[in-house]
Antibody
Framework: EVQLVESGGGLVQPGGSLRLSCAASGFTFSNYWMNWVRQAPGKGLEWVANIKQDGSDKYYVDSVKGRFTISRDNAKNSLYLQMNSLRAEDTAVYYCARGNCLYWGQGTLVTVSS | DIQMTQSPSSLSASVGDRVIITCRASQSISSNLNWHQQKPGKAPKVLIYAASSLQSGVPSRFSGSGSGTDFTLTISSLQPEDFATYYC?????????FGPGTKVDIK
């Protein structure tokens, strides 16, 4: 069974940093692109970033370029999102999703507020 | 970037009704279209992938059709557990983009 479990969310002040993790199991992690998708409170879904199987290619939505970094550790079956210079508008539930978003984790809430 | 639109943005329906939701892409995406269902406080769950393929475990009352720029999600007989928000999503190119959602609630 495919499982994706996010962690690392919490309350952070504007300008602060947070690192999200996603632990994958039930499939060969190194065979898939992986994504981060977020959902602000009461809003729709917004793709944030993705990373190729070997980590050689990474893409970001314009609003997070230069502030967020996606990475992965295939030996640990884990996906990460380093978030720096956080803003109030980054407040959202962050989901990791496999491949073309056919499998999702349960999400982790990031709140940016003073 | 490919823009996704959905209609209607919301609808009210009764148990047993046939429900159709449409999704349009700003350019051709072939059949690279997924449909997701999301209930309040829960993660999205894929119902249909590649425009018309039913995800394992999803009831057969859900079906998808279309290719190119125009797509539909049909629920043949709405059940109480189907009241939720539905999103289309293109997987043709990065950035992956989602429609704004269609909220289905009880009439």
């Amino acid at each position: 069974e495919v499982q994706l479990v996010e962690s690392g969310g919490g309350l952070v002040q504007p300008g602060g940093s947070l690192r999200l993790s996603c632990a994958a199991s039930g499939f060969t992690f190194s065979n898939y692109w992986m994504n981060w998708v977020r959902q602000a409170p009461g809003k729709g879904l917004e793709w944030v970033a993705n990373i190729k199987q070997d980590g050689s290619d990474k893409y970001y939505v314009d609003s997070v370029k230069g502030r967020f970094t996606i990475s992965r550790d295939n030996a640990k079956n884990s996906l990460y999102l380093q978030m720096n210079s956080l803003r109030a508008e980054d407040t959202a539930v962050y989901y990791c999703a496999r491949g073309n978003c056919l499998y999702w984790g349960q999400g982790t809430l990031v709140t940016v507020s003073s | 970037d490919i823009q996704m639109t959905q209609s209607p943005s919301s609808l009210s329906a009764s148990v047993g009704d046939r429900v159709i939701i449409t999704c349009r892409a700003s350019q051709s995406i072939s059949s690279n279209l997924n449909w997701h269902q999301q209930k309040p406080g829960k993660a999205p769950k894929v119902l249909i992938y590649a425009a018309s393929s039913l995800q394992s475990g999803v009831p057969s009352r859900f079906s998808g059709s279309g290719s190119g720029t125009d797509f539909t999600l049909t629920i043949s007989s709405l059940q109480p557990e189907d009241f939720a928000t539905y999103y289309c999503q293109q997987s043709y190119s990065t950035p992956l983009t989602f429609g704004p959602g269609t909220k289905v609630d009880i009439k």
